[in-house]
């Protein structure tokens, strides 16, 4: 049969079960806007029985899962050129008899046995013809089956690099995308060359664009969804803008093996927590998911190796919710058989049983189901104080990591933007406000009433973000910036020669940076003294309050400008408290914020190693707390809610009006009345 009949067939049965499919959705859409789902990826491979993969969706039925994740492996279905469904049919026909909803990956063949996670872009067009045919087989073929609920466009797109791997591809669409651009004009000094990273974006944002073009034209009912990952060093390679048309729902991989470097293992659900507000911000109003977490131990695979203790397991699930995902969903329920990560990453033990971990997955989706009126359609409190960041400065803090490459300083590593934003972002945590993260082009600059906005180490700030950034604060804003803040341009020009531009908006100018020592204590800033990380500015204060000085200069400044105010401390303090002084962090921007959050429920003070994240359902809230503090600890919330109830509990705890006291390790979910 040619392809083109092959795809005229697939259409037609297609349409037979149309209703079916509607249905399908129907049901998939509901559940995504409404109560959060638990899930796990079933990993199918050759050798299995179709026994062992009933047990598999009869265990997730069991257990109270409502999602499964299939990796669509084009090496299992393609034998000697023709194509053989039968295996992956057994796995969505099970899935239809248990009730289970399917995610289906696609996965073109590819190298099995050393290309774990799929090659991000074809490199030739003989390849993007076979992923092509792959498409038109396996949507065809699949795109009925009353089980299925969305397809995963690609596996983890993203790279992680800087630029496009150049093959005759890349380079083909490269000269095409190169000659559609403006050509720049020279005005001085040299400028930054962006072009490889704005490529790297562009050709994601296509590639995936194919993909999903391929797909609805054989199946324009089921979603659309991708699962980017190590979320805080790819973030910039993706257009979600562009993207909003290609997807339907979006997700992260969050595995602790993998993407959690750059936080301590008691820091784990402030990892989940930051990286879920990340994929809502960028989700554009799409419902989010974390698609991949890990389900169990690790050998040979992950850079981190440990197992998820149950425990850590019940506090990642419950932080997703908090944070207002639509689901949560395991790598994997079962463990891959052979070669590559064989034995690794289950929920179930090598028996064949649920494990530890996945009996308190199942308590946790329980609780959902037990309260299913509460959860439907709960959304997370959103706060009043914002953290910014930029691409920008994403690109030029890798670019410089690059040329540089210390292995020794956090600083001056790729990742140092990021870290400084993460430690901030613990420090508000920790004053039960749990900031909202907006990149900066999408922040509403025009409405600064009642709003507080941070940016830890914003190394740089394009221009025409300097007048909003002075209007903002004129007309009421309160700005508080810290590191090296717009030491750049966008041209990478150093902003503070020749007279800074927001000299006017911090009644302050920059004479100088110093590097100072790994870390280094700063005179107290409001009688709390921070440590900073290898930088020291030295500011020059033009009308600005000095908080923050000795007999060497001045380090921290207050201007007020119309109706608003910015605070201005240009050394590495969210960088330098991270390793230090986590305490001390807190300390500082308690004294600045407190008072300010809109929050409905707050602690009393700063509470290090404790985690709070608040939802909205009608008049109830809900809370969620995670006590990583190592002991067992007293919370006193500020809050005008009343009647707490304990809906779920896990560890030692009990609330008594507006005092929470919980164990060392425990979760706590809690009703109140608004």
Partial sequence: MSLDNFVKDKYHKMKKRILSAFFCLFLGLVSRAGVPSVGAQVFIEPGQSPGQIDSWFSTLEDCGFKFARIRMFGTHMLRDGKWDFSLYDEAFASAERHGIKVFATLFPTTDELSD??????????????????????????????????????QNEPGTGRLSVAETPLSAEIRREWEASRPQKERTGYLEADYSDQEFLRYYTCRYLGWI???????????????????????????????????ITSLGSSMHFSWHFQDFRRDQYPLGISLMADLIATN?????????EFQGGNVTASGNEVLCPTASEVTQSIWTAVGAGVSGFMFWT??????????????????SGKPSDRMEAASEVAGCIAGNEALFTGATPVH???YLLYNDESLWIQKLNAAAQRDPVNDGRGKGAVMAS??????????LGTVPEIVRMDRFDWSSPQGKVV??????????EFYPRIRSFVEEGGILIATGLTGYYDRSMACA?????????????????IKASGDYFPLPPVGGVRLTSHLWKGFIRPEGAKVISGDRDGVYATEYQLGKGKAIWLPSAIDLGCRNHDEKALAAFYNTLVSGLSTSPVRFSKPREGILMRTMESGDKIITVLVNKSGRNSCVRLKTSCTGPRVLFRDGRGSVRGRRVRLGSEATMVIEWNN
């Fill in 496 to 512: 503070f020669m020749d007279g800074w531009p927001l000299a006017g908006v911090f009644g302050a100018g920059l004479e100088e």
């Fill in 421 to 430: 934003l993460a430690s901030a972002y613990g420090a508000l945590c920790s």
């Fill in 333 to 350: 329920l079962n463990q891959r058989k052979a070669v590559r990560e064989a034995g690794e990453w289950g929920l179930l033990n090598y």
């Fill in 116 to 153: 774990v996670g799929g090659f991000k872009f074809p490199h030739d067009r003989k390849l993007l013809g076979e992923v092509a045919e792959y498409i038109d087989a396996v949507v065809g073929h699949f795109s009925g089956s009353p089980a299925l609920c969305e397809w995963v466009l």
């Fill in 212 to 246: 999903a073009e391929r797909v609805k034209a054989l199946d324009p009912v089921h979603g659309r969804h991708i699962n980017p990952h190590q979320i805080l060093d790819t973030l910039p390679e993706y257009d979600f803008e562009g993207l909003r048309g290609t």
């Fill in 454 to 463: 941070i940016m830890p180490h914003t190394v740089c700030i394009p221009q």
């Fill in 283 to 291: 989700s554009l109003g799409l419902p989010y998911w974390v698609t």
């Fill in 383 to 385: 706060s009043n104080i």
